[in-house]
């Protein structure tokens, strides 16, 4: 499986911002698919998963602002970042089990 990020972009403080990643291969085997992201100079950090069935767990530094989705039948996740914040400034990346995409850079000025 490979994966493919985009989306990613420029925005100010309270702006919004749709990730998507796509699969080369089927992720509907895969039950755990989520976004991560690195901040200049930390640490890769979780972000969000959502399972087969739907149920979706979340940072605590993004919850209620940020959704998951998954669509198995076109093979994508979706990252729906909404009132984004100077800190979310960070590459995301799309990942499943072992398999990791390439990162999209995600910049919000204040």
């Known amino acids: 499986v490979q994966l493919q990020a985009s989306g990613g972009g420029s925005v100010q403080a309270g702006g919004s911002l749709r990730l998507s990643c796509a699969a080369s291969?089927?992720?509907?085997?895969?039950?755990?698919v989520g976004w991560y992201r690195q901040a200049p100079g930390k640490e890769r950090e979780f972000v969000a998963t959502?399972?087969?069935?739907?149920?979706?767990v979340y940072a605590d530094s993004v919850k209620g602002r940020f959704t998951i989705s998954r669509d198995n039948a076109k093979n994508t996740v979706t990252l729906q970042m909404n009132s984004l914040k100077p800190e979310d400034t960070a590459v995301y990346y799309c990942?499943?089990?072992?398999?990791w995409g390439q990162g999209t850079l995600v910049t919000v000025s204040s």
């Open positions: 990942n499943a089990r072992a398999f």
């Open positions: 291969g089927s992720i509907f085997r895969i039950n755990v």
């Open positions: 959502v399972t087969n069935g739907g149920t979706t």
